[in-house]
């Protein structure tokens, strides 16, 4: 048939509607090939067989010849081209063609697959229209061996009627053959629609079973089926999303599959997990969904699937291992950068977020506890990541046993890395910003040091103050105060000569900040707001653990230095037991307490302070407003005015020695601390003076508070630099009686000045500059490790402020001591040191500074050398004679 012949059949056919189509218009729009003879076979049927016989030669024919065109590209070559209103005939003229051919003679309960509008029909016996249908079959087939009509939109319900007509002839059929020709959704789309249809045989839906199980088998599969079940039948209302997820579920993550089988469904989950977590459409928020819920249940398989089980924990955390045991322990390695740490947490955080019914089970969160934790505290605060740190985390803790939750709250307390079943960041892991800019950073290798265990209880609370699991916060409370008190009683007085060796001191240093990590902890919980209601609504439970704590303390007292336990509730549940004074219990605790203040084991201050607490109106016979609550409820207000005024009430208080503040100053202590952190300068600077005022109550622990909140890597940089300041102010008011705490302040600031930070070092060298300055310069035990650090400084730090200040430190240094001569030993050092500062050094202001710190050591040595006779006469006999 000639190639025009068999266009202008198509065009004629395209034009027709399927409803007005009978057999006298499509013979007339076969006119031009009628000449052409058929089959003696076929010569011999009926009018309807023939006009279908010609019209598939006619599709086969054309298929062939007319759809491709070859045209010149140059001299010597020919490209193919697509004719594309030729395709449009050519399809449209196929998609009517079905209606008379595959559609008409598949059985009935198939027909109902596709639609069908052309009125036509044929008469025949069943062994006639199984042969008919097999040679529509065999006709289509090789229309489809070109994927650009196999793959064609407009030719699904053609690929639907052709699939339907080749299962039907031959079930038991290899499925390679014939579904290896379209795309896998449209694929499973025809499967499904078919295995679904009422009145298929058995043998039928077992076959059609078995080809979905494959296809879901191969590489893609997975996914395909997802598309296509989540969007058959999204139009019928009543039939939720989820109800579709667990149906796929529990296709793939039954029982009985093969290994092979698992493996691949399992990848391309986990794939197409990744894919759908990112995309951010609807859509892909309901696969994501969908992909959860069948790791879910591949993770719930027994024991005899723990390679699946591991699989899908090396997804999801498989990144974190490298910031557990990094590959490479060379200072400045970059383990992560921020990208994908993002990543990373973003994909855990879809998984384990919600509804436990809705997520992957929460106890794989467990052993990285610790890990997002200490993670959570390297972050910079306006990071997205900390959120998602967070969300898992309270995930994970309000989906534990109390058991389990104290466990959890143990190991953050002591830091410990000796269980294995819980992960850790790497020590030496730290942050390093790029470009002065916080939200572009990377996780890298630092300096060597000491791996201690670090406490990260308070990063835990504060994780746990910011989320709104009330419940969780009142489990968590009750726990640290059972354990509180556990440490309490079981610690040893001083006194006591029951045992034959002294405990390490060690075990007594790790104990100590145990206790103070968790009173820190409970305070803070306390005086959160929004933990208020569940505390007072619910308040039993607490009071029966204060009830038989304090009845242990009592009936084991025996010297003033046992009654910590009772001081701890005293000072910390003083508010809570006069807000709850009309309960019954309540009283139990007060009589208690007054026994035990009249006993001789009650030291003299605690005695005021329980005479204070017992001596309170309760809350029905006054307001129970005094001044100092008055006065820590505006501090602990938001509003940084509130804040202002609160402290000058406070400031009142201590300088007219106010009973109940002076009972509660290391509430106050705590309080100011917390305020340290207001952004307003103002509110800043009343904190410094209330810490200050502190000074005349506290004075120690002010000073150790301080030091402690600068040299905690936990807190951020921006706390600490203000703590650094509020340092120096501090000690500038104590004048010559810092000198009792000269040591620990140059240590902490000494240490500072090896922040891995620029502006850090350059605080710390200005804090130490400023103590020195307090001191009088009389830090001569310091004078050389100064002297060590700050030519080090000099010489080594890349950062140009950093040098000039570790400069001018020592140039003051140098101009203050007195009796540097005593330092003979040194001198000849630092004058070649300055000295070659001034000569190699890049920088004027460095050089001028070195000039002048060599000026001031010249003059020194010059008054030295030149002293009068009768001092050399005191110097040699002591005095004049």
């Not at 058991?403 to 190991?411: A, F, G, N, P, S």
Request: glycine content about 4%; overall charge negative; hydrophobic content about 40%.
């Amino acid at each position: 048939m000639d190639a025009a012949e068999l266009c202008k059949v198509l065009v004629n056919t395209a034009a027709l509607q399927p409803k007005e189509t009978t057999l006298q218009t499509l013979s007339d729009c076969l006119k031009p090939v009628l000449g052409h003879p058929l089959p003696p076979a076929v010569s011999s049927s009926d009018v309807m067989w023939q006009t279908s016989y010609r019209y598939l030669a006619v599709l086969t024919e054309f298929s062939n010849t007319g759809l491709i065109e070859r045209q010149e590209a140059g001299p010597s070559e020919r490209e193919e081209v697509i004719n594309l209103q030729n395709l449009s005939h050519f399809i449209a003229t196929t998609e009517l063609v079905r209606q008379f051919t595959l559609h008409l003679y598949l059985p009935r309960e198939l027909r109902g697959l596709s639609t069908c509008e052309a009125q036509l029909m044929a008469i025949v016996d069943d062994r006639e229209c199984a042969r008919r249908l097999a040679y529509c079959v065999a006709q289509y087939g090789q229309l489809f061996q070109r994927k650009m009509l196999a793959y064609h939109p407009r030719m699904a319900e053609c690929a639907m009627d052709f699939l339907a007509g080749a299962y039907h002839l031959d079930p038991v059929a290899s499925a390679k053959t014939r579904l290896d020709l379209f795309p896998a959704e449209l694929v499973f789309r025809c499967l499904l629609t078919m295995k679904g249809t009422f009145g298929v045989s058995p043998d039928l839906s077992m076959t059609l079973h078995r080809d979905l199980l494959q296809m879901t088998g191969t590489e893609g599969g997975f996914a395909s089926l997802c598309r296509t079940l989540l969007t058959i039948g999204e139009s019928k209302e009543g039939t939720p999303s989820w109800r579709k997820a667990e149906v796929i579920a529990k296709i793939v993550a039954s029982r009985g599959h093969t290994k092979q089988f698992y493996r691949q469904v399992l990848s391309d989950c986990l794939a197409f997990y990744r894919w759908a977590s990112n995309d951010g459409t609807d859509d892909a928020r309901i696969y994501a969904g969908t992909c959860i819920e069948c790791l879910k249940r591949f993770y719930s398989l027994p024991a005899a699937y723990r390679e699946l089980q591991e699989r899908i924990e090396a997804h999801f955390f498989g990144r974190f291992d490298e910031l557990i045991i990094p590959p490479e322990l060379v200072t400045g390695y970059v383990l992560c950068d921020r990208n994908r740490l993002l990543s990373t947490l973003h994909d855990c955080s879809m998984a384990f977020s919600g509804s436990s019914l809705s997520s992957l089970p929460s106890v794989m969160l467990v052993p990285y506890i610790a890990l997002f934790t200490r993670l959570y505290a390297l972050l910079p605060t306006s990071a997205d990541e900390r959120n998602y740190l967070q969300s898992m985390t309270i995930f994970c803790l309000a989906n534990r046993t109390k058991d389990e939750l104290r466990h959890v709250l143990i190991d953050a307390i002591s830091g410990s890395t000796e269980d294995k079943s819980m992960k850790h960041l790497h020590p030496r892991i730290v942050v390093k910003t790029l470009e002065e800019n916080e939200s572009n950073y990377s996780l890298v290798m630092g300096p060597s040091r000491e791996s201690e265990g670090e406490n990260l209880l308070p990063v835990l609370i504060e994780m746990l103050k910011s989320s709104d699991r009330n419940l969780l916060l009142y489990d968590t409370f009750l726990i640290l105060l059972k354990e509180l008190m556990i440490i309490s009683s079981s610690d040893r007085s001083p006194h006591d000569d029951d045992s034959l060796v002294d405990e390490p001191e060690v075990m007594i240093y790790k104990r100590f900040h145990r206790k103070y990590a968790i009173i820190q902890s409970l305070m803070e919980l306390i005086s959160h707001k929004h933990f208020h209601a569940q505390l007072y609504d619910n308040p039993s439970e607490v009071i029966d653990v204060l009830k038989a704590s304090i009845s242990q303390a009592i009936e084991t007292a025996q010297t003033p230095q046992r009654s910590d336990s009772i001081e701890i509730i005293v000072s910390i549940f003083q508010e809570f037991l006069t807000r709850t004074r009309h309960l019954k219990e309540v009283d139990r605790i007060v009589c208690l307490l007054q026994r035990y203040r009249t006993s001789g084991c009650c030291s003299v201050e605690l005695a005021a302070r329980i005479e204070l607490l017992c001596s309170r109106p309760t809350p029905d016979d006054d307001d129970g407003v005094t001044p100092y609550r008055n006065a820590f409820s505006l501090c602990s207000d938001a509003e940084p005015y509130c804040k202002v005024y609160g402290t000058t009430l406070f400031l009142k208080l201590l300088k007219e020695r106010d009973q109940e503040t002076v009972a509660q100053r290391h509430t106050v202590l705590i309080l100011a601390l917390a305020n340290l952190r207001s952004d307003e300068s103002y509110a800043f600077l009343n904190s410094v003076r209330l810490l200050v005022g502190l000074c005349d109550v506290l004075e120690a622990e002010v000073i150790d508070a301080l030091v402690k909140e600068y040299l905690n890597e936990g807190n951020d940089t921006d706390y600490r630099l203000k703590v650094g300041e509020a340092t120096v102010k501090t000690v500038e008011t104590l004048g010559p009686l810092t000198i009792r705490y000269r040591d620990a302040l140059l240590n902490c600031f000494l240490t500072g000045t090896r922040h891995t930070l620029n502006e850090f070092r350059t605080s710390s060298l200005a804090n130490v500059g400023a103590i020195c300055r307090i001191l009088s310069y009389q830090v001569h035990t310091f004078f050389y490790e100064l002297f060590m650090i700050l030519s080090a400084i000099v010489q080594t730090d890349q950062y140009l402020p950093a040098r000039r200040a570790a400069m001018l430190v020592l140039a003051q240094l140098i101009e203050g001591m007195d009796g540097l001569m005593d330092f003979q030993e040194y001198l000849l050092l630092i004058y070649r040191f300055l000295k070659h500062v001034i000569a190699t050094d890049k920088d004027d202001i460095t050089k001028v500074q070195a000039a002048v710190a060599l000026d001031h050591l010249k003059s020194k040595t010059k008054d030295f050398l030149t002293i009068n006779p009768q001092d050399l006469e005191q110097r040699m006999f002591g005095r004049v004679i």
